[in-house]
């Protein structure tokens, strides 16, 4: 059990560092040495800094509610 979790963590970091590798914004030695929470944390907070509705002023969905009455 515990080598199929490993293999499962390490296919999971290499999955991030790929991704992160792609937005040429890190360098491979730098992700190497990171943990995979500490590369989610990276993923997850790149991500939220380029999409373009994570911003505070951005426009947010609100539960609508329909008076047909």
């Known amino acids: 059990m515990g ?3 490993r293999q499962a963590v390490e ?3 290499l999955e ?3 991704k ?3 937005f040429g914004v890190y360098k491979k030695e730098e992700l190497f040495e ?8 990276e993923f997850r907070n790149f991500i939220g800094d380029q ?3 994570s911003e505070i002023e951005s ?3 609100v539960k609508k509610i329909n008076n047909l009455s």
């Open 20 to 22: 992160l590798l792609a």
């Open 51 to 53: 999409h373009p509705h």
């Open 3 to 5: 080598k199929i979790l």
């Open 16 to 18: 991030l560092i790929k």
């Open 34 to 41: 990171l943990s995979l929470t500490d590369l989610e944390n």
């Open 59 to 61: 426009i947010h969905w």
């Open 11 to 13: 296919n999971r970091r």
